[in-house]
C-alpha cells in the first residue's frame, strides 16, 4: 500500500505477557518515528530511526520496551512483560528524510493508524 | 523537556461559527506543525510554519506562528461538521532536532 501500515490494529494481552508490533513504513522514507498516544494525553515520543540506526532511544518509558528496525525498513516495537500502564495506541509514522544534513526542518511525518494495545 | 500547552482542551460549536485554538509554550521552537486525527486514524499533517509572525492559509483554516516562535494559533471560519477532529500542534525544538514535541490536543464537535 502507499501509506504506512502497522498490525496488528488491536490487541489484548494479559499482564506480563510480550506483544510485538510492527509498522511498515511508507517505501523509501529513510526516518521512521514510534510514539504513544495515551487516553487524553498527547503524543508522546518513543523513538527514531534514520536507516536502521536509532540515535535516540531515550524516550522509551523502561528497558522491557525495544524496538528494532531491519533493512532500513519494517520496525518492530517489543513490550516485555506488559503492564497495564502500557495500554494505549502505539502509532508508528515516517518521513522522507527526518531530519536531513541539508534540512534544517523535520519534514511530514505520515501517520499509521495506529495500534490498540489493551492489557488486562 | 519542551512542553507545549493546547487550549482548549475541548470545544463543541455549532456549525457556522468561528473558532481559535492556541498551541502555546515557554520555549522557542524552529518550527511548529498542526496535525488533525479523527478517530482509529492518525494524525494528518496541515500545515508547517517555520518564521516567527508567518501566516498561513488553507481554504477556511488560518495559521499563524508567533513573532517569537513560542505559540501558535488556528482559527477556523465558518466551522463545518467535517472540521470535527483532534487538532495537535508539534513542535520541532531546533534545527538540529529530528523530534516533534506534541501537544495533547484540542478536541473539536461541529455540530450540524
Known amino acids: 500500500g502507499a501509506g504506512v501500515s502497522q498490525s496488528p490494529s488491536n490487541k489484548v494481552t494479559e499482564k506480563g505477557k510480550d506483544v510485538e508490533l510492527r509498522c511498515d513504513p511508507i517505501s523509501g522514507h529513510t526516518a521512521l518515528y514510534w510514539y504513544r498516544q495515551s487516553l487524553g494525553q498527547g503524543l508522546e515520543f518513543l523513538i527514531y530511526f534514520q536507516g536502521n540506526s536509532a540515535p535516540d532511544k531515550s524516550g522509551l518509558p523502561s528497558d522491557r520496551f525495544s524496538a528494532e528496525r531491519t533493512g532500513g525498513s519494517v520496525s518492530t516495537l517489543t513490550i516485555q512483560r506488559t503492564q497495564q500502564e502500557d495500554s494505549a495506541v502505539y502509532l508508528c509514522a515516517s518521513s522522507l528524510a527526518g531530519l536531513a544534513g541539508h534540512s534544517r526542518r523535520t519534514g511530514e511525518l505520515f501517520f499509521g493508524e495506529g495500534s490498540r494495545l489493551t492489557v488486562l | 523537556t519542551q512542553l507545549l500547552e493546547q487550549s482548549p482542551q475541548f470545544l463543541s460549536i455549532q456549525e457556522g461559527e468561528n473558532l481559535t485554538v492556541y498551541c502555546n509554550s515557554s520555549s522557542v521552537f524552529s518550527s511548529l506543525q498542526w496535525y488533525r486525527q479523527e478517530p482509529g486514524e492518525g494524525p494528518v499533517l496541515l500545515v508547517t510554519?517555520?518564521?516567527?509572525?508567518e501566516v498561513k492559509k488553507l481554504k477556511r483554516l488560518t495559521f499563524q506562528f508567533g513573532d517569537a516562535r513560542k505559540d501558535s494559533s488556528l482559527h477556523i471560519t465558518a466551522a463545518q461538521p467535517g472540521d470535527t477532529g483532534l487538532y495537535l500542534c508539534a513542535g520541532q525544538s531546533g534545527a538540529g532536532s529530528y523530534q516533534l514535541t506534541f501537544g495533547k490536543g484540542t478536541k473539536l464537535s461541529v455540530i450540524p
Open positions: 510554519v517555520v518564521t516567527g509572525g
